[in-house]
């Protein structure tokens, strides 16, 4: 019998900026190995991020 795997990350593209100092939220799906990428056409404030706990920082939306 196949085992199938399933994974979803979140992740900030933050070698991409955009207009105002913005960054995207991408979310990333993971089935049996094979990556597929995807916007959320969410964005953040690259200031609002910590990099060392790899979290989003505050409650505020683009």
Do not use: A, H
Not at 1 to 22: Q, S, V
Not at 32 to 47: A, F, H, K, T
């Amino acid at each position: 019998m196949e085992r199938n795997t399933f994974n979803i990350l979140f992740y900030i593209r933050g070698n991409k900026l955009l207009k105002d100092c913005k960054v995207s939220i991408i979310m990333r799906i993971i089935i049996n190995g094979r990556p597929w990428d995807s916007s959320l056409q969410l964005c953040i404030e690259i200031n609002n991020r910590d990099t060392k706990r790899e979290k989003v920082i505050g409650t505020d939306e683009c």
